[in-house]
Nanobody, 130 residues
Framework: VQLVESGGGLVQTGGSLRLSCAAS????????AGWFRQAPGKEREFVSA????????YYTDSVKGRFTISRDNSKNTVYLQMNSLKPEDTAVYYC????????????????????????WGQGTLVTVSS
């Protein structure tokens, strides 16, 4: 499966963006999915995850109440709705999929283990201006 992110761009503080992650090559419905981000000069970090069914979602503390992850398995697409954006949300956002590692555990993965997640997109840049 291949993942392609879209929806990034430049937005002012307090604004909103919706990222999309389109999967191709095979059905994405059996994959847990999520988003990671990497800010300039910083380590890549977990943002949010969703189970393959969409029944359960998980967020890092800094985005809770502002970001919402969702998926439409009929469209092979995962979304990240980002509201009340802050300059510290500026980063490249990566869509990720995996069939083995439980979505509930993605937030505790050591960054050195990120490479074990099955598939990554190329990333989309989100810039929040102050």
């Amino acid at each position: 499966v291949q993942l392609v992110e879209s929806g990034g761009g430049l937005v002012q503080t307090g604004g909103s963006l919706r990222l999309s992650c389109a999967a191709s090559g095979r059905s994405f419905s059996s994959y847990h999915a999520g988003w990671f981000r990497q800010a300039p000069g910083k380590e890549r970090e977990f943002v949010s995850a969703i189970t393959w069914s969409g029944d359960n979602t998980y967020y890092t503390d800094s985005v809770k109440g502002r970001f919402t992850i969702s998926r439409d398995n009929s469209k092979n697409t995962v979304y990240l709705q980002m509201n009340s954006l802050k300059p510290e949300d500026t980063a490249v956002y990566y869509c990720v999929g995996d069939r083995g590692v439980k979505a509930s555990g993605w937030d505790t993965l050591d960054p050195s283990s990120y490479g074990y997640l099955e598939v990554w997109g190329q990333g989309t840049l989100v810039t929040v201006s102050s």
